[in-house]
């Protein structure tokens, strides 16, 4: 009797994990969302996991470990639900994950742009060609003096290659990112890392989310193109692509979403979620539509 006991009372222990909470419930002791990547997509990401716990109990967890290359494996390894991107998935992260069935989802539309801090705009130097761009990358042009500034050493900060902003920054310089050189300029991750070594750096320039070029710290330069023309990174001119490195801003799952993933991607996609991709600087997916 006693062991009979024993085993009806262990199947009733059973049954009762059996109905406690799926790994998508959102009630406490549940596991969580996890999302993780760009620091670029993370400002509405963020803001909006903070609506969805208070006013649906969500369980997110929210990290930017890596930027848009950590988003991109950690979704890969299925250490996360969502991937946050600021460039497109490449056929290397295809091929590196063959079982993951990658699907981007476009949230918004942001640029990078080429900073300088406030001695180099103040010393004359407003735009940058390609060209330009490409000798101080590969050491050929090292005072701002030869760009028609003042007599300054020029002190590069390099995006972390494999960041969205450094792929979209190469790609357009030297049209894929694997033909741009080593080298061995100090490197710099996230946006905000990236705004306060240049703002308290003289000579210092890098690349940037153009949402965080402020005009008071850092500035953006406007990019000339070969016909001479000077294209800034204003909100139609990336819109409409005129400006040479806008990117998309990507939620990332493998297949389509679902559960908790589901809910956040159509939060994110909804008019409130929009309005939250307005607020950080970038463009919402309904002021793309703007024609030339």
């Known amino acids: 009797m006693k062991l ?15 109905d406690g909470p799926g790994p998508n419930s959102n009630k406490s002791g549940a596991s969580a969302l996890k999302i993780n990547g760009s620091t670029t997509v993370n400002l509405p990401a963020a803001e909006a996991a903070e609506i969805l716990r208070a006013e649906k109990g969500m369980n997110i967890q929210v990290d930017t470990q890596g930027g848009s290359s950590g988003g991109i494996s950690m979704l890969g390894d299925g250490q996360v639900q969502i991937g946050m991107a600021s460039k497109h998935i490449t056929d290397d992260d295809r091929s590196k994950y063959p079982k993951v069935k990658f699907n981007e989802i476009h949230v918004g539309e942001d640029a990078v742009a080429i ?29 701002w003096k030869e760009l028609g500034g003042s007599d300054q050493r020029i002190a590069f900060f390099n995006k972390e290659p494999g960041r969205g902003t450094w792929e ?10 694997k033909a741009a050189p080593a080298v061995s300029f100090p490197e710099v991750g996230g946006n905000e890392e990236t705004r306060n070594k240049v703002s308290s750096t003289r000579g210092a320039m890098s690349q940037l989310s153009s949402s965080w070029a402020d005009g008071k710290t850092v500035y953006a330069l406007a990019i000339k193109g070969d016909d001479g023309q000077v294209v800034e990174a204003t909100n139609a001119n990336i819109a409409t692509h005129k400006y040479p490195m806008s990117r998309g801003l990507f939620l990332l799952t493998d ?18 979620g929009q309005a939250l991709v307005r607020k950080h600087g970038y463009l919402s997916l309904d002021q793309l539509k703007v024609k030339e």
């Open 4 to 18: 009979l006991t024993f085993i009806i009372l262990g199947c009733i222990g059973i049954a009762g994990c059996k």
């Open 115 to 143: 900073i300088v801090s406030r001695d180099v705009w103040d010393g004359g130097v407003h735009s940058i060609s390609k060209a330009q761009l490409k000798d101080i990358y590969e050491g050929r042009v090292t005072n």
């Open 255 to 272: 297949g389509a979403p679902s559960g908790d993933a589901k809910t956040f991607m159509d939060f994110l996609l909804s008019d409130r």
């Open 168 to 177: 979209v920054f190469a790609h357009w310089v030297y049209g894929n990112p």
